[in-house]
C-alpha cells in the first residue's frame, strides 16, 4: 500500500506519509556520509511543532529477492508520538522521484506451523519436537508421573 511520495525539490529529497491516523506532511531525506557499509543511506527527518527538524527514523539499501534484482531502501519511522514504529519502503528514482510503502509485518510464529503433517513429521519422535502428549482420549491427564495432589516442597 502506497502512505507517501518523496521528490526532489531544491536539491532535497522532501516528501510526506499519511494514512489514517499519522500525518507526516513535511519530511525530508538526509543522506548519511559514512564509510561505515552498514550505516544506514538516508536519515528520515521531520518538522516538529517547533519548525525544527528531528530525525524520525532511517533507510538502508536493499535489493529485492525476485529476478529483477531492483534496489529500493527500507527502513522505519518512529517517535514516542507513534504507538509502533511504522516500517516502510521507498521505490522509485532520485530524478523521478519515490513512493513510500507499507506492509504490515507478518508475525512469526515462535512455535512453527500448526498444520498436520508438516514439520512435526520431520522431527525425530514424530511429535514435532514437543514429546507425547500427557492427555488421553476423553482429554484427561493420564499417566502424568507423580500424583499432582501430593505435596511437594518448594
Request: glycine letters at 14%; proline letters at 6%.
Amino acid at each position: 500500500m502506497n502512505i507517501g511520495e518523496f521528490k526532489q525539490s531544491n536539491g532535497r529529497l522532501m516528501g510526506s506519509i499519511a494514512t489514517r491516523t499519522i500525518d507526516l506532511p513535511r519530511l525530508g531525506l538526509r543522506p548519511v556520509e559514512s564509510s561505515n557499509e552498514r550505516a544506514p543511506v538516508f536519515e528520515i527527518l521531520a518538522l516538529n511543532v517547533g519548525n525544527r527538524w528531528v530525525q524520525v527514523g532511517a533507510l538502508w539499501q536493499a535489493v529485492a529477492k525476485h529476478t529483477t534484482g531492483e534496489v529500493f531502501f527500507q527502513g522505519t519511522i518512529d517517535d514516542p508520538s507513534l504507538s509502533e514504529p511504522l516500517p516502510v519502503a521507498l521505490f522509485g528514482t532520485d530524478e523521478e522521484g519515490y513512493r513510500v510503502a507499507w506492509r504490515r509485518p507478518q508475525r512469526r510464529d515462535d512455535f512453527g506451523t500448526s498444520v498436520r503433517g508438516s514439520r512435526a513429521d520431520d522431527a525425530p519422535d514424530g511429535q514435532g519436537g514437543f514429546g507425547e502428549s500427557t492427555a488421553g482420549g476423553d482429554g484427561g491427564l493420564m499417566d502424568a508421573g507423580p500424583d499432582l495432589d501430593d505435596h511437594v516442597p518448594y
